[in-house]
C-alpha cells in the first residue's frame, strides 16, 4: 500500500501465490529505484506500483545485478520509513498497521459486495411462486380465531401498559394512570381466572393462560410495581402550589381511589405537601450586599443597582410564599367546598365515575379533563382498535365508588377546622422568617415598595373577608416593626454622630490659632465659593445650594456649627421624608398607621433630644470650657431652641418639648454668664488699659459672641454686660494702682444715659465716683458727647437703638442714629490749601491764578 502525504510514499512488498512482488511506489520511485536507467528484466511498472516478477527475475538477471535490485528495495524502503518516522513521530508503525488493516478492509467489502451479487442473481432467476389458495375459516375455526383474537387483546393491554404508565407519570396525569392501572389489574384478573365452572373461562375454551403464556404473569409483575409508583409521584406533586384546581383534584382522587384513602385524608395530605413546599420557601436567606476589593466600599450606581436587585430578591421571595398561601386555601375550596346547591367538584367527579356518563360534560370546561371513561381512555391509546376485541365488562369498567360511605365526602365544618388550623400555623411560620427578610431592607422606601405589592396582592388572593384581614394586619405589623427599628437605628446613629462632630469641632476651638479661623465673627465675611456654572432658577441645584450657603452666612450659621446642626436635622428630614412617602403611596388611610408607628419610636426620639442637651449641659458644666467654645455651644443651643426644625418636628410630646426649651434656656443663660465673667476677666486682667480700648473690646467680644446675627439675644444681654462692665471698672480702680479719669467716667455716663433706666444702678454708681473725685453735680466732661457721636459706629453693640421717630418727627440717620456729630471745619480742596506747581500752570484750575 501506498500511503501519500506530500509526495511521499510507503513502499512495501506484497508477494502474492504467482510469485510476483509488488511494491507500491510512485513513478518518481521508479525511476529512482532504476537509478535513471530503464528497468532491468522481471520490473514491470504499472500506476503507481512496480511489479516483480520473481521467476523471470532469477531467469534472466545474474545474482549480482538481484543483490542489486534488492539492496535497492531495501534501501528504498528504509528511507521512505526513516522520512515517515520522521514525519509522524514514534507512531509510525500504528499508522503502517491501520495501512494495512485498511486494505484488508477494502478486500473484504469487495468479498461482501460480489456475494450480494451472487445473490441477488440467484433470486433473479428462480420462476416466481404459485399464489396461495385461501382457504375459508367457518365454524370452528372462525371461533378459534375470534378466541385468540380476544387473548392478544387482553395481552397487548397488559404488554403496552408499562410504557403508557411511563408517559403518563412524565405528563404527571397521575389519574389516567390510575385508571389505566386498575384496568390493567381487571385484565389480569380476567386473564388468570381458573373457575372451571363459568362458561367463558379460558380453560373451557382450551387454553391454559399461566401455563400457555407465561408472560402473562411476568407482565402483571412489572406492571404492579407501578402502583407505589403512581402513589408516590402524585403525593409529591401536591407540593407545586402553581398547579390548577383540577389537576390537584385529580390528584386527590388518584389517592383515594388507588390508595383507598378517605377524602378527608387526601385533604390533610394536600395541607401537609404544602407546609413542606412552604417550609423549602422559608428556607430562602437573603444575600448581604457585597462590598468592594479590600473592604472599600462600591460607587453609588453600583450600590443602588446592588439595592434595587436585594429588594427584587426579597420582593419575589414573599410572592411566592404568599402565593402558595392562596393558592392551597382557594384549591381546598374550590375541591371540597359545597357551593349553595352546587356540589364539590370532588363529588361531580365521583357521581360521575358511579354513573360512568358523560353526556353533562361541557368540554370547554376546564375540569373536563377529570370526567372520562375507561372507552375513553382505551382510546387514547395507542393501537385503540385492538381494544375494541375486549369484553364490555372490562370497556366498561370503572372503580368502586360508595358515594354513601363516609370515605367518600369532606364535612364542611371538618374542611374550616382544618383550613383555619393550617392558615394559623402557615402565618406563624411566615411571620418568621419575613421579619428576617425584611431585616435585610435598610429604608422605608424600600420596605413600603414590598408592602405596597403585598397589599395587591392580598387584595387579589380571593380568600375570606377574615382571612384578608388577619393577614393585612399581620404584614402590617411586620412592615410596621421594621419601619420603626429602622428609625430607632437611624435616631441613635443619629446620637453617635452629633457626639463624634460636636467633640471634633470642640476640639479645635480649643486651640487659640484655629478658634479665630472658624469663629461668628470670621464667617460673617468670608464669601461661600461662587459655582462655576450658575443659571439663575429655583431648579438649578448649583443656585440654590449658593444662596442656602449665603441665608446661613446671613444668619450666623457659621461651616462648623452648620456641619454639627445638620446631622439632627437630615435625620428628622429623612424621617420626614419617609412619612411622606408613606402618605402618598399607601392607597389606604394610613394616618392610623403612622401615629401608631410615631407613637413607638416616639421614646427614642425624646431621648435623642434629651441626650443632646444632656451633651451641651456636660461640655459647659464638666469640661472648664473655654470662651470660643462658650460662644458655639450658646450659638448651638440657640439654634436648636429658635431656629432649627430639629426638636419641634422630630415628634415630641409636648410637654417634653417644653421641658427641652426650658433645658436650653436655662443653659443658654448659664453660657452667658460665663461669657461675661471670662470677657470681663479677659478686658480688665489682660486687656489693655483705658476705659476707651476696654469698650472697643467689649464691643469685639459682643461680636464674636453673633450679637449682629442673632438680635433676637435683646437689649437685656447689652444692658447687663455693660453693667457689670461698669461695676468691675469701678472696682478695679479702686482696689489696684488704675484710675479712672473724668473722661472716662463722661464716656461710660454717656453710654448709661443711652440706655435709659436699664442702667439706673451704672448711672447711681458713676455718679458717686464723679462726687468723690469733686465733680460739681456729678457733671463730666462736655467735650465727650461729641467725641462718642463720632465713634458711634465702632460702639453700635454697646449702644442701643433709638425709638422710632413719631409722625413728622426728625428722622435719624441709619449709620449715625444717636446723632450727627458737629464738625470743626469745613472741607476744603487741595489745590486751595497747597500751591500749584509750574506743572499745572496752563490749567485753569479754580481758587489758582
Known amino acids: 500500500m501506498a500511503h501519500r502525504n506530500g509526495g511521499l510514499s510507503v513502499a512495501t512488498f506484497s508477494p502474492d501465490n504467482s510469485g510476483i512482488i509488488a511494491v507500491q511506489s510512485s513513478t518518481n520511485e521508479v525511476a529512482k529505484l532504476s537509478n535513471g536507467r530503464r528497468p532491468s528484466v522481471g520490473v514491470v511498472t504499472t500506476g503507481s506500483a512496480i511489479m516483480i516478477d520473481t521467476d523471470e527475475l532469477f531467469t534472466k538477471n545474474t545474482i549480482s545485478e538481484i543483490k542489486g535490485v534488492q539492496l535497492r528495495l531495501r534501501a528504498d524502503a528504509d528511507a521512505k520509513q526513516e522520512e515517515l518516522r520522521l514525519m509522524v513521530g514514534e507512531r509510525y508503525r500504528d499508522l503502517l498497521q491501520a495501512s494495512s488493516s485498511i486494505i484488508s478492509m477494502a478486500r473484504s467489502s469487495q468479498h461482501v459486495r460480489d456475494t450480494f451479487e451472487e445473490m441477488k442473481d440467484a433470486i433473479l432467476s428462480q420462476s416466481e411462486p404459485p399464489v396461495p389458495k385461501r382457504a375459508s375459516v367457518k365454524g370452528v375455526d372462525d371461533t378459534q380465531l375470534h378466541l385468540f383474537q380476544l387473548l392478544s387483546a387482553h395481552l397487548k393491554l397488559l404488554l403496552d401498559a408499562p410504557e403508557i404508565l411511563w408517559r403518563l407519570i412524565e405528563r404527571k396525569k397521575y389519574f389516567p394512570a390510575a385508571w389505566l392501572f386498575l384496568l390493567s389489574r381487571v385484565v389480569h384478573r380476567a386473564l388468570v381466572q381458573e373457575d372451571e365452572q363459568e362458561e367463558d373461562s379460558w380453560r373451557n375454551r382450551g387454553i391454559d393462560v399461566l401455563d400457555q403464556f407465561p408472560l402473562v404473569q411476568r407482565q402483571w409483575e412489572v406492571v404492579s410495581q407501578f402502583r407505589t409508583q403512581i402513589i408516590h409521584k402524585a403525593t409529591l406533586s401536591l407540593r407545586e402550589y402553581k398547579t390548577t384546581a383540577e389537576s390537584v383534584c385529580a390528584t386527590l382522587l388518584t389517592l383515594h381511589i388507588l390508595d383507598s384513602r378517605p377524602l378527608t385524608e387526601t385533604l390533610v395530605a394536600l395541607l401537609e405537601q404544602r407546609s413542606k413546599a412552604m417550609r423549602l420557601l422559608l428556607q430562602w436567606k437573603p444575600k448581604k450586599i457585597a462590598e468592594g476589593s479590600s473592604g472599600r466600599r462600591l460607587s453609588g450606581i453600583l450600590q443602588n443597582n446592588l439595592r ?28 371540597f367546598q359545597v357551593n349553595g346547591s352546587n356540589q364539590s367538584l370532588a363529588i361531580l367527579v365521583l357521581e360521575h365515575i358511579q354513573s360512568g356518563s358523560t353526556a353533562h360534560v361541557d368540554q370547554d370546561n376546564p375540569s373536563a379533563e377529570l370526567f372520562f ?215 389606604r388611610n394610613p394616618r392610623a398607621l403612622i401615629e401608631r408607628l410615631q407613637s413607638i419610636y416616639q421614646v427614642d426620639a425624646e431621648a435623642l433630644c434629651q441626650s ?30 429658635a431656629s432649627s426644625q430639629f426638636i419641634t418636628t422630630i415628634g415630641c410630646e409636648p410637654s417634653v418639648l417644653q421641658e427641652i426649651r426650658q433645658k436650653l434656656d436655662e443653659l443658654h443663660h448659664q453660657i452667658l454668664q460665663q461669657w461675661q465673667e471670662q470677657t470681663l476677666s479677659r478686658i480688665f486682667d489682660f486687656g489693655t488699659s483705658g476705659t476707651i480700648p476696654q469698650l472697643m473690646s467689649l464691643c469685639h467680644s459682643l461680636y464674636e459672641l453673633g450679637l449682629v446675627q442673632r438680635p433676637s439675644m ?109 464738625a470743626e471745619q469745613h472741607y476744603q480742596p487741595p489745590f486751595e490749601v497747597a500751591k500749584s506747581t509750574t506743572r499745572f500752570s496752563l490749567l485753569l484750575v479754580g481758587g489758582t491764578t
Open 714 to 822: 435683646g437689649q437685656a444681654l447689652v444692658t447687663s454686660t455693660f453693667n457689670l462692665f461698669v461695676t468691675r471698672a469701678l472696682d478695679e480702680a479702686g482696689t489696684q494702682e488704675r484710675t479712672l479719669s473724668t473722661a472716662d467716667l463722661s464716656a461710660l455716663k454717656w453710654i448709661a444715659d443711652c440706655h435709659g433706666e436699664a442702667c439706673q444702678g451704672a448711672m447711681r454708681q458713676i455718679q458717686e465716683r464723679l462726687q468723690e473725685m469733686g465733680v460739681e453735680d456729678g457733671k463730666p466732661d462736655s467735650e465727650m458727647p461729641a467725641i462718642l457721636l463720632r465713634s458711634q459706629t465702632l460702639l453700635s453693640p454697646l449702644l442701643p437703638l433709638p425709638p422710632l421717630p413719631s409722625k413728622g418727627g426728625v428722622k435719624t440717620s441709619t449709620l449715625l442714629p444717636h446723632g450727627v456729630p458737629a
Open 308 to 335: 434595587r436587585g436585594h429588594v427584587k430578591q426579597v420582593k419575589e421571595a414573599v410572592h411566592a410564599l404568599v402565593d402558595a398561601l392562596f393558592n392551597t386555601l382557594n384549591t381546598a375550596r374550590r375541591i
Open 612 to 641: 443632646v442637651v444632656r451633651l451641651l449641659v456636660e461640655v459647659v458644666q464638666e469640661t472648664s470650657p473655654s470662651l470660643h467654645v462658650l460662644i458655639f455651644v450658646d450659638q448651638l443651643t440657640t439654634e436648636l431652641g
Open 373 to 587: 371513561t375507561s372507552q375513553s381512555l382505551l382510546s387514547s391509546l395507542p393501537s385503540s382498535t385492538q381494544f375494541l376485541l375486549l369484553p364490555p365488562n372490562i370497556k366498561l369498567y370503572k372503580p368502586f365508588v360508595d358515594l354513601d360511605s363516609p370515605t367518600s365526602f369532606v364535612s364542611q365544618v371538618t374542611l374550616s377546622q382544618k383550613l383555619e388550623e393550617w392558615y394559623t400555623k402557615s402565618l406563624a411560620a411566615i411571620q418568621t422568617s419575613v421579619t428576617e427578610w425584611l431585616a435585610s431592607l435598610e429604608s422605608v422606601r424600600e420596605l413600603w415598595h414590598i408592602r405596597l405589592a403585598v397589599g395587591g396582592w392580598v387584595k387579589d388572593s380571593g380568600l375570606l373577608a377574615q382571612e384578608v384581614n388577619v393577614l393585612q394586619d399581620l404584614f402590617d405589623d411586620l412592615h410596621g416593626k421594621r419601619a420603626t427599628d429602622i428609625w430607632v437605628t437611624r435616631l441613635r446613629t443619629t446620637e453617635g454622630l452629633f457626639r463624634d462632630s460636636l467633640q471634633s469641632v470642640l476640639e479645635t476651638l480649643q486651640k487659640d490659632e484655629d478658634a479665630s479661623e472658624i469663629g461668628p465673627l470670621t464667617s460673617l465675611f468670608s464669601l461661600p465659593p461662587l459655582p462655576e456654572h450658575i443659571i439663575h432658577g429655583s431648579n438649578d441645584p448649583a443656585f440654590n445650594e449658593y444662596k442656602n450657603a449665603l441665608l446661613k452666612q446671613i444668619t450666623g450659621r457659621s461651616a462648623p456649627l452648620d456641619g454639627v446642626l445638620r446631622v439632627l436635622e437630615l435625620c428628622v428630614e429623612s424621617l420626614q421624608q419617609d412619612i411622606q412617602h408613606i402618605l402618598s403611596t399607601d392607597p
